[in-house]
Structure formats: structure tokens, C-alpha cells
């Protein structure tokens, strides 16, 4: 009989409560089998602009000047971390009027390294023309990124070399919105010189106005040509004068890239830090639901946590502790009862 | 042990894994004296115990929660294998068939282009050398380093996967086997090293660049594979074709290619493929000539252990549990105080 009531003397105890709810949260935390979750991916080919004007340095990083292609870079590999697992990146470079794919989107977790070496060795010098037709390379890179089956991201200055025809970039053959993906346009709003580089790859200064064609005098010349000095209809339709201009100065071509960006059903963002690039990519490519695994153990644990607390800490504290003297011990209370009990 | 915690902040709650030391779970009851209960050393081995078990449990609890895992690391292991670099032809007739002829859309040929079962032949042959690191270079107008040295299978795929998309316009080989060696990092110094050069033609090799080329080799060794995709109707590089006045470098690039790798001094292989199965053979023989002991780094992946340190704070628990169970008052007990205590409990009728 003692020991029954000693039992349920127990089960009312709030401590062992407390324990006994902690032993079988813990329980399940140890033996829960983990759930399945599923979550967004995405598959990206990121096209890299690597033409001369990408050497233009007109940012900073840790304090020190850096060219576009640096920040390109070092962006691209912070981005490459904020992807969620299961994401896949391709890696393209973009010179001349062409997309040239370097290797098809990988699993970036498992593949971060590799990648990661491969955006740190990106270089202008990989680039095999000089030109920078920048319409027929985002055309190109849709159409790969189309073919892989991917979204894309275009990193470019926007620099058309030479410049574009009066008659505007040339038309985009495929379908608007084929592709999801983002052109990013890099390159401050201040022209900046480009740096010139020898035959052998050493800097030797920076482009000239007359080293570069200031102006597309390919196709029909511009409808205010006849205001131009020197005009003359057959002999001289754009002027008589050599071409004046800026284009071996550069800066983000904001309005071109947009306008790219309209005709290819691409958005168009400027060039922020990754997290930025992250939340454009996430809002305008393709999600692609992948499977990941999904440990329920927290829950459980966590409320075995509080429960240990609530044991140890707080229990303790509510109902005092004899040998503290919080309260009255029994024991004196009952000698004062009886004085002549033998324990008194 | 190499170990980690996923979020390290929730490690400051191990704090209260103190809170055993200073608070018992089980009733006080007061006594007038301890003289009945002297101490004694089994008493004092078993309250420790109670209360180590409480700090465990905590411990254990709040560690799983960081989400506590082994980190992933390397193992130094004895296999076979190398360090490859593979540099890839990427001119436009590598899209060509061996015949020389455009794949047809419409495939009234079954012929594939040299790009094509270069690609589906390289794939096979990665796969099958796991213990190899492998770096990826591309040629054409310009050298492109594709992919660094990496041990990654999936990321030397994707870059051969890449290697039938429509190519540039020339073959700069000269460039591309300078790049190509500077892929060797430091990691390869003191192991075997090669560098399998694929592509279906090759060009003059400027004398500065070959001096270049000399000098490297001489410096960092390595073995050379040449897998030549011959055309038809493009001469052969194993022997000299042509007349005396045919035998100059402009005329027959890829014959001089092959002599200048065959003069580096270092072991050096050409073959000549002039179909898919010939490039399967020289692929099958390269992977036979390409094992030699290596020594390389194993990748153990990262490996959870919060349910672990959940089932140490699940048993401490229950032996805590056990021993709470077990807990008797004194009143219930059966020794003669004990029970006058009991008695003492109940109001005395009078």
C-alpha cells in the first residue's frame, strides 16, 4: 500500500513529469526518421563579359581600385555560396559577337570548389577578338542557356565596340521569354578609360580617341546627317569630318541593356552585391523543385530542452530547497506537534 | 575527432548544463540530523553520478541542437592514378565528322562528329579513373582554362559535356600547351602528372612560344599524350608524307607538332584515331599506360552526429528517469525512525 502511494506520490511529482516528457522527446529526436522537403533550385549559365572594356576599373575592393571583371568575379563566387544546394551553375564567356560555353551547370555544393577555381581564373585574356558586339552575344548566350535548359545571367558592360549602325543592334531571331534570367550591367555611370595591353599582355596605358571607331558608318547614315558639315549625299553621307566620341571612354550602357533585355524578354538589374543578385535571380529564373532532406530532430529536442531547464532550473526554484531554508521544513513543524516524538 | 556545430550561437546555452551542479531533481526532506546518515563514499559517488548525468543530458541536448557533425575531411589513401590535365580542341572542325563532312540533321549518316565521340569517349574514361585530379583546358584562337585541378568527377564532366558546342575559328596549340601546364599546381610536385592533348589538327608554333614550351617541360615534367583526330584526307603524324618541298611546318603543322613533343625529352605518346572506335583504343590505352601509384587525398564527406549526442542526453535521461523512479520518500520506507516519522504525519485522535 506504502509503495503504491509512493508510485503515484512520484507520478504527480512534477519533476519526473518533467523528465519522464524530456526522456521521450529525446527519444524521438534520437530515432526520428528524416522527413522529405521540397525546395527551390535553380540552374543558371552565367555568361561573363570578358572584352576590353571589362578591365576598366572603376570599382573597389578592400580599398583598392578594381576592374569590372575583378568585381564580376568576386561576386559571382559570393553568389555561388547563396545558392541553395541542389542549384546548378554553367559557366560562358562572352567576346567577340559569341557565348562560348566553358562547361554546363553544375551542382554547386558539391561541385563548389571546382567552380569556384573556375570563376577565380577568368581572364580577359580568354577573350579571342577584340570586338564587343554585345546584342549578338546575349542573343548567343539565350540561345545556349536555352539549349541547357537553364537560366541565364549576363554580365556586361554594355559596351558595343564597334559601335552599333544607326539603324539600331541587330534583330533577336528567338522567342521573347524563352529564357528567364537577368542581364546585369556593370560598370559605373562616370566614363572611365579602358587600359590598352600589348601583344604580350603588359598594360601599356589606356585607349585613345583615334585608336577606336567612334562612330558604325556601316548600313544608312543617321537622318540628321544632312546638318553635318561637309554632307554630301553620295561622296560624304555621314559628314566629312572624322568621327568624334567618347567610345574609348566607358560606362554602364544602362539604356542599351535595357532595351536588350525588352527585346529578349530577359530582366535587367545593375550590378550589386550578391545578395542582391541572389533575390533578382530567385525572383525572375526558373525555380526547379529538388528534393532535400529535412531533419524533424530539432522540434522534439528543443522541447526537451525546455523541459530539462524547467527541471533543473526552474522546479527548484518554485518549490525552494530545504537545506536552503525557503521554507518551513516539515520535519520542525512536526516536532512541534508532538516534542516528545524521539527525532525531536 | 574533427568536429563542427552548424550554428554556433546556440552553443551559448551550454551554460545551462551548469544548472545540474546547483539544483537536484529529487524531494528534500529535512532532517534533524545527519547524525543517523553519516556520509559515506558510495552515497557521495552516487550523487555525482545523478548530477553528471543531468549536465550530460543538457549538454547533449543543446549540442544536437547546434547540430553538432564531423566535418568533412581528407584521408591520405595509396591508389592509382594521376594528375591529368586534358586540353581540348575547340576549333570549328571538331564539329566535323572524321569523314570531314557535317553531321547530317537529317542522320542518313550515322556518323557522329570528332567533338562528339571525343566527348562521349573522354566521359567514359574519367568515370573510370576516380582517384585522378583533372584540370580542363580549351584551345582554339585563344587558350581558355576551362576548369582548374579539381578531384570533382561531375565538374570535369560538365566541362567535357561542353566540348560539341559549335567552336571558334583556329587552332593555337602552342598557347594552349603552355596554359595547359600551368595547371600543374603545386600539389602535383613529387607525383605522376600528364597531359592528354585532344584535337584533330594543330598549327605552326610560334619558335618563341616553343622555347617557352621547352622550358617548361624541363621544369615539370610530365607525360604527354597526343590523341590526334585524323580527318580523311588529312596527312598523318607518324610518318612524313609528301614530297621534300611539302615537309615544311606551314604545309604539314600537325606532323611537326608531333615531332617537336616527340623532342621535349619526356615520355610522350601520339595517337592517331581516324574513327570513334580508334579513338576508343588509344583512349583504353592511355587509361592502361596511366596508373601508377599515387597517392591521394580521400574525401570523407561531413557527417551528422546531433542524433548521436541526442541518444547520450536520450540513456542519460533515462537513467535519470530510473533513478527518480526509484526515489522513496523517507516516510515510506520500512525502517523503524522512518516509520514513527510516518506515524507522526497523521493527527493524533486525542
Known amino acids: 500500500m506504502s509503495r503504491l502511494a509512493g508510485w503515484r506520490g512520484t507520478c504527480r511529482d512534477p519533476g519526473a513529469l518533467c523528465l519522464g516528457g524530456a526522456f521521450l522527446c529525446l527519444f524521438v529526436a534520437a530515432l526520428a526518421p528524416h522527413l522529405v522537403m521540397r525546395r527551390s533550385a535553380y540552374d543558371l549559365l552565367a555568361a561573363v563579359d570578358i572584352t576590353g572594356s571589362m578591365n576598366a576599373r572603376d570599382y573597389t575592393i578592400d580599398g583598392k581600385p578594381a576592374s569590372r571583371l575583378e568585381k564580376v568575379e568576386r561576386v559571382l563566387r559570393d553568389l555561388l555560396a547563396r545558392l541553395p544546394c541542389g542549384s546548378r551553375m554553367g559557366l560562358a564567356v562572352f567576346t567577340e559577337r559569341r557565348t562560348f560555353l566553358l562547361f554546363e551547370p553544375v551542382d554547386v555544393c558539391r561541385a563548389f570548389a571546382a567552380l569556384d577555381g573556375a570563376l577565380r581564373a577568368l581572364d580577359w585574356r580568354m577573350a579571342w577578338e577584340g570586338d564587343s558586339r554585345v546584342a549578338a552575344g546575349v542573343y548567343s548566350a539565350v540561345d545556349l542557356a536555352a539549349d541547357l535548359g537553364a537560366g541565364l545571367v549576363f554580365l556586361t558592360d554594355g559596351q558595343e565596340a564597334p559601335p552599333l549602325p544607326h539603324s539600331g543592334p541587330p534583330p533577336f531571331e528567338g522567342k521573347a521569354k524563352d529564357v528567364r534570367g537577368v542581364i546585369v550591367g556593370v560598370g559605373g555611370t562616370t566614363p572611365v578609360p579602358i587600359p590598352k595591353f600589348d601583344a604580350n599582355g603588359r598594360e601599356i596605358g589606356f585607349w585613345a580617341m583615334t585608336d577606336v571607331p567612334q562612330e558604325n558608318r556601316f548600313g544608312p547614315p543617321p537622318r540628321d546627317a544632312e546638318l553635318r558639315e561637309g554632307y554630301h549625299p553620295r561622296n560624304a553621307p555621314f559628314g566629312a569630318g572624322a568621327a568624334a566620341g567618347n567610345e574609348h571612354l566607358t560606362s554602364l550602357r544602362e539604356d542599351h541593356l535595357r532595351a536588350l533585355a525588352a527585346t529578349t524578354g530577359l530582366a535587367y538589374a545593375p550590378l550589386q552585391e550578391a545578395q542582391g543578385l541572389a533575390e533578382a535571380l530567385m525572383r525572375e529564373a526558373t525555380p526547379r523543385p529538388v528534393v532535400a532532406p529535412l531533419d524533424p530532430a530539432p522540434v522534439p529536442a528543443a522541447l526537451a530542452l525546455i523541459l530539462l531547464v524547467v527541471l533543473f532550473g526552474l522546479l527548484p526554484l518554485l518549490h525552494g530547497r530545504p537545506d536552503l531554508l525557503t521554507h518551513k521544513p516539515r520535519m520542525f513543524s512536526r516536532c512541534r506537534d508532538r516534542p516528545s516524538s524521539p527525532l525531536c | ?350
Open chain 2, 1 to 350: 575527432m574533427n568536429l563542427g556545430v552548424e550554428h554556433p550561437a546556440v552553443l551559448w546555452f551550454l551554460a545551462l548544463a551548469a544548472l545540474p551542479l546547483f539544483a537536484g531533481i529529487f524531494r528534500r526532506q529535512g532532517l534533524p540530523s545527519l547524525l543517523p546518515v553519516p556520509g559515506d563514499v558510495l552515497s557521495a559517488m552516487v550523487v555525482a553520478a545523478l548530477r553528471s548525468l543531468g549536465v550530460v543530458a543538457i549538454a547533449g541536448t543543446v549540442l544536437g541542437l547546434s547540430g553538432l557533425h564531423r566535418r568533412e575531411h581528407s584521408v591520405p589513401r595509396e591508389g592509382f592514378g594521376t594528375h591529368l590535365v586534358l586540353l581540348l580542341d575547340r576549333s570549328a572542325s571538331m564539329n566535323d565528322t572524321f569523314a570531314g563532312r557535317v553531321p547530317g540533321r537529317a542522320r542518313e549518316t550515322e556518323e557522329e562528329s570528332k567533338s562528339a565521340a571525343a566527348k562521349r569517349l573522354l566521359t567514359e574514361f574519367v568515370a573510370g579513373r576516380p582517384h585522378d585530379r583533372i584540370a580542363v583546358a580549351a584551345f582554339s584562337t585563344s587558350p581558355l582554362l576551362v576548369l582548374p585541378m579539381t578531384d570533382r568527377i561531375e565538374a570535369v564532366e560538365a566541362a567535357i559535356a561542353a566540348i560539341d558546342r559549335p567552336g571558334l575559328a583556329y587552332t593555337d596549340v602552342g598557347r594552349g600547351l603552355a596554359l595547359a601546364m600551368s595547371l600543374f599546381d603545386d600539389a602535383t610536385l613529387g607525383t605522376s602528372r600528364a597531359l592528354l592533348l585532344v584535337s584533330d589538327g594543330a598549327a605552326v608554333i610560334d619558335h618563341r612560344v616553343q622555347d617557352a614550351l621547352r622550358d617548361l617541360i624541363r621544369r615539370l615534367p610530365v607525360h604527354l599524350y597526343w590523341l590526334y583526330l585524323r580527318s580523311a584526307g588529312s596527312p598523318g603524324i607518324l610518318e612524313p608524307s609528301g614530297g621534300q618541298s611539302e615537309r615544311t611546318p606551314q604545309a604539314d603543322p600537325e606532323r611537326h607538332l608531333h615531332v617537336f613533343l616527340a623532342s621535349l625529352g619526356v615520355p610522350y605518346r601520339a595517337f592517331e584515331a581516324t574513327s570513334p572506335g580508334a579513338v576508343k583504343d588509344a583512349v583504353a590505352e592511355i587509361d592502361r599506360l596511366e596508373t601508377r601509384p599515387l597517392r591521394y587525398l580521400e574525401q570523407v564527406p561531413r557527417r551528422d552526429v546531433s542524433r548521436h549526442a541526442y541518444g547520450v542526453a536520450c540513456a542519460a535521461t533515462g537513467l535519470l528517469l530510473l533513478a527518480k523512479l526509484l526515489e522513496r520518500d523517507l516516510a515510506s520506507r520500512s525502517d523503524p525512525i522512518a516509520r514513527q516519522g510516518s506515524r507522526s504525519r497523521r493527527p493524533s485522535p486525542a
